[in-house]
């Protein structure tokens, strides 16, 4: 093999897997928001009172996440065309 055709199956592999680390990063922030939704919303039940103590420590977590899962996929990105 010459070493354009290795470079190029590796540049491939690594588009591969950023698309795979992006999507993989995307369930799982998608997941866990998932179930500090869940979490909250049977806490409200439980507790009505702390409703508002709850849902703003339910939307830092969430922020949070989504912050993560953005920096995951600009990662990623950077590798598919960088």
């Given at each position: ?5 290795i470079?190029?199956e ?8 950023a ?8 369930i799982?922030?998608?997941?866990g ?27 830092v977590?969430?922020?949070?996440i ?14 598919l065309?960088?």
């Open positions: 093999m010459t070493l354009l055709a470079l190029l590796i540049v491939g592999l690594a588009q591969l897997g698309a795979l680390g992006a999507s993989i990063s995307v799982a922030a998608a997941f928001i998932g179930q500090i939704g869940k979490s909250a919303v049977e806490s409200i039940a439980r507790q009505p009172e702390a409703a508002g103590d709850i849902r703003s420590n339910m939307v977590s969430a922020a949070l989504e912050g993560v899962a953005f920096f995951a996929i600009v990662v990623c990105l950077l590798i065309f960088l």
